[in-house]
């Protein structure tokens, strides 16, 4: 629908968190609906793995820690031993792991390809 269905004028659209809103420019005519954003719609697991040169610091084992659910000792081990998965987890989780990742910049991946970026 790219004009409203009451006057014929513009339709602008607003989405405000899980709700899409259309609303005409002219008239009073308006609906809501649900909106799912592509990155919580994504059903995919994705697995995070260090890659190797990551120096250790206590900021980037505070972050590998935090992501893992662990301890400065698991983080260190995973840190130390590249390649090795930090975790499996939802699109929205690891779009906010690699947030952490990038902003202590650590050397990772995320596989499959990651497509919200």
Known sequence: MTNCPQCGGALDHVIDGSTLILSCENCD???ATTYVSPIDADETLYSISLLSDNDITVEKL??????IGG????????LNNSGAILTEINARTA?????KLDAAQLKYKITPDFPHL
């Open 29 to 31: 005519w308006s609906v």
């Open 62 to 67: 505070k972050v590998i820690s935090h992501i």
């Open 71 to 78: 301890n400065f000792l698991k983080a260190k081990a995973i």
């Open 95 to 99: 779009m906010e792991a690699k947030e």
